[in-house]
């Protein structure tokens, strides 16, 4: 298990993909807030809207929810959104439980879900 957070990066047009890979949880001596940061330096730069893949986060606490409905409403607050793609089981069981799966819209397909940002901004 990873003790830390990585995450990769690419652009799909104006799309930021984000692939945060490890544990997404606000604990003692965790670089977690790394993704937050990244989102926040790419809206800086004027990136607004983006796509967490969530395929290889082991594990999400209350912290890291609380982090990602933070960054959306940011997002949300400069004209983008954050969309949540492939959640594990266990993440896609959380976000139920939370209703946040009402607050995300959460895909499957990738292909899908850059095609549901508006028109040009995924190429």
Same mark, same amino acid.
Not at 56 to 63: A, N
Not at 67 to 72: D, E, K
Not at 114 to 119: E, G, H, I, K, V
């Given at each position: 298990?990873? *003790?830390?957070?990585? $995450?990769?990066?690419?652009?799909?047009?104006?799309?930021?993909?984000?692939?945060? +890979?490890? /544990?997404? +949880?606000?604990?003692?001596?965790? /670089?977690?807030? @790394?993704?937050?940061?990244?989102?926040?330096?790419?809206?800086? !730069?004027?990136? /607004?809207?983006?796509?967490? =893949?969530?395929? #290889?986060?082991?594990? $999400?606490?209350?912290?890291? @929810?609380?982090?990602? +409905? *933070?960054?959306?409403?940011?997002?949300?607050?400069?004209?983008? #959104?954050?969309?949540?793609?492939?959640?594990?089981? /266990?993440?896609?069981?959380?976000?139920?439980?939370?209703?946040?799966?009402?607050?995300?819209?959460?895909? =499957?397909?990738? !292909?899908? *879900?850059?095609?549901?940002?508006?028109?040009?901004? *995924?190429?």
């Amino acid at each position: 298990m990873r *003790a830390y957070m990585e $995450i990769h990066e690419r652009a799909a047009g104006a799309v930021t993909v984000l692939q945060p +890979v490890g /544990r997404l +949880v606000l604990s003692e001596g965790s /670089r977690d807030s @790394l993704l937050k940061d990244m989102i926040c330096a790419r809206m800086t !730069e004027g990136r /607004r809207h983006f796509l967490l =893949d969530l395929a #290889q986060v082991s594990q $999400i606490d209350t912290s890291g @929810l609380t982090m990602l +409905v *933070a960054a959306h409403m940011a997002a949300v607050k400069r004209g983008g #959104q954050i969309k949540l793609l492939h959640p594990t089981k /266990r993440i896609h069981e959380l976000l139920s439980v939370t209703k946040l799966n009402t607050f995300f819209e959460v895909f =499957d397909s990738e !292909e899908s *879900a850059l095609r549901s940002f508006p028109p040009g901004a *995924a190429v």
